[in-house]
């Protein structure tokens, strides 16, 4: 069965460094989402992201954050200077299409640890 | 803006004995509503859903979810609970016109044996 993956599945940095989240979103679906959950929060969407561009993001998507899908495949979340308050587990899913709202497909997650 | 609260952040119950995850959701004309389970070392799968018609929905493994408006409500119920069911539960809104759904923080079941 078709999934999402994402890498790192942890990973450790220290404040003020550069991350990268990858994700394979599943090959037939359209639409492209980050979500984060900082620990005993709630889920928070991030941004969405169709037909190479950002169709909505949420307050928490400041210019310390970029999505890019630099090829056919590979879906990144990139954070340019890591602060401790962005340490949080995240989660990118991927949808078909917008006509069943709200079915997502979401990867196992990338645990940020920011030090 | 849509929220969406998950008052239990976790529900420990035995084996067979029933459980019911309570979600509400602030008000709004026309919702879309949503269980997700997260199992152990797994991402988020849809359980079921609600988008309209009848107000009682159920997944393929015992589950049901009953929409109530006037309580803007969306509990999860199941009569009896296996181990197997032991995850985290997130319920989900969308509104009408946004697709993009609201997560609450999760509620995890814990099955004793």
């Known amino acids: 069965e078709p999934e999402v993956t994402q890498t790192p599945s942890h990973q450790v940095t220290q404040m003020g460094q550069e991350v990268i989240l990858r994700c394979v979103p599943i090959?037939?679906?359209?639409?492209f989402y980050w979500y984060r959950q900082i620990l005993g929060q709630k889920v928070e969407f991030l941004v969405s992201?169709?037909?190479?561009?950002?169709?909505?993001k949420s307050e928490i998507f400041d210019d310390q954050f970029s999505v890019e899908r630099p090829d056919g495949s590979n879906f990144t979340l990139k954070i340019r200077s890591t602060k401790l308050e962005d340490s949080a587990m995240y989660f990118c899913?991927?949808?078909?299409?917008?006509?069943?709202?709200?079915?997502?497909?979401f990867g196992e997650g990338s645990r940020l640890t920011v030090l | 803006a849509q929220s969406v609260t998950q008052l239990d952040s976790q529900v420990p119950v035995f084996e067979e004995a029933p459980v019911e995850l309570r979600c509400n959701y602030s008000l709004s004309v026309s919702v879309y509503l949503f269980w997700y389970v997260q199992y152990p070392n797994q991402g988020l799968q849809l359980l079921l859903k609600y988008l309209s018609g009848s107000t009682l929905v159920e997944s393929i493994n015992g589950f049901e979810a009953e929409f109530n408006k006037s309580q803007t409500s969306f509990h999860l119920r199941k009569p009896s609970v296996h181990i197997s069911d032991t995850a985290e539960y997130f319920c989900a809104v969308s509104e009408g016109g946004s697709y993009i759904p609201t997560f609450g923080r999760g509620t995890s079941l814990i099955v004793h044996p």
């Open positions: 090959s037939n679906h359209l639409y």
């Open positions: 899913a991927s949808s078909k299409d917008s006509v069943v709202p709200g079915e997502l497909f």
């Open positions: 992201f169709y037909n190479n561009e950002i169709s909505e």
